[in-house]
């Protein structure tokens, strides 16, 4: 949220960094039960609005942000990804892989080029 900013539900709730997890993690579900099929749009237009935002208007310290936030994540695995080449997969898989760490210093890089 810190990237992408706030993102406004159908419903009127608005997530904010303050607010995104307990609502996800909870409040949804207090909202729609057992309603699986609204809980799942909820969450799907919420991932939506994040991803749209955070790649609308993208400059370079923008996506610096994003690298260094996705490494962070990915640290605290609070982030993960599915390849389909193995090649890359065995890369990935290890948190000090050369190439995940090369793409986040290039993103580092370029926020200061």
């Not at 923008?62 to 389909?84: D, I, P, Q």
């Amino acid at each position: 949220m810190k990237i992408s900013g706030n993102v406004v539900l159908p419903n009127g709730t608005t997530l904010t960094g303050d607010n995104t997890a307990e609502y996800l993690l909870n409040t949804v579900y207090k909202q729609y039960g057992n309603a699986a099929a609204e809980t799942d749009a909820i969450f799907g237009l919420a991932a939506a609005q994040v991803l749209s935002n955070m790649f609308k208007n993208i400059n370079v310290s923008k996506l610096a942000s994003v690298g260094t936030t996705m490494n962070t994540m990915a640290k605290e695995r609070h982030f993960s990804m599915y390849v389909f080449d193995e090649n890359l997969e065995k890369l990935f898989s290890r948190q000090d892989s050369p190439l995940l760490l090369q793409i986040v210093r290039r993103i580092r890089l370029w926020a200061f080029i």
